[in-house]
């Protein structure tokens, strides 16, 4: 059992930045974010393998970094130019190489995007 715990959520003004952490008590395949903003559907956001491969979503491609320390089996999300639309509670996910669907999820942390 891999347990996730996230960190750095917040309050940001339209335009800025914030950076996400999610430290792994274990290694796993891939590790991520999804995101669900109320009454919507929980959507990926971005993925990244153990070897460094990425994938985001078409709404946050240039504004959002994946990146991950397999040492320490923590991976990092960075956000900038951030949108009101942003606005959504962010789970961290890891998965094993052959799972077509995430294994673990951390507790969530809240993102808002608000003036």
């Known amino acids: 059992q891999v347990q996730l715990v996230e960190s750095g959520g917040g309050l940001v003004q339209p335009g800025g930045s914030l950076r996400l952490s999610c430290a792994a008590s274990g290694s796993t395949y891939a590790m991520g974010w999804y995101r669900q903003a109320p009454g919507k559907q929980r959507e990926l956001v971005a993925t990244?393998?153990?070897?460094?491969?990425?994938n985001y979503a078409d709404s946050v491609k240039g504004r959002f970094t994946i990146s991950r320390d397999n040492a320490n089996n923590t991976v990092y999300l960075q956000l900038n130019n951030l949108k009101p639309e942003d606005t959504a509670v962010y789970y961290c996910?890891?998965?094993?190489?052959?799972?077509?669907?995430?294994?673990?999820w951390g507790q969530g942390t809240q993102v808002t995007v608000s003036s």
């Open positions: 990244i393998t153990r070897g460094g491969s990425t």
């Open positions: 996910y890891a998965r094993h190489q052959y799972s077509g669907y995430p294994n673990y």
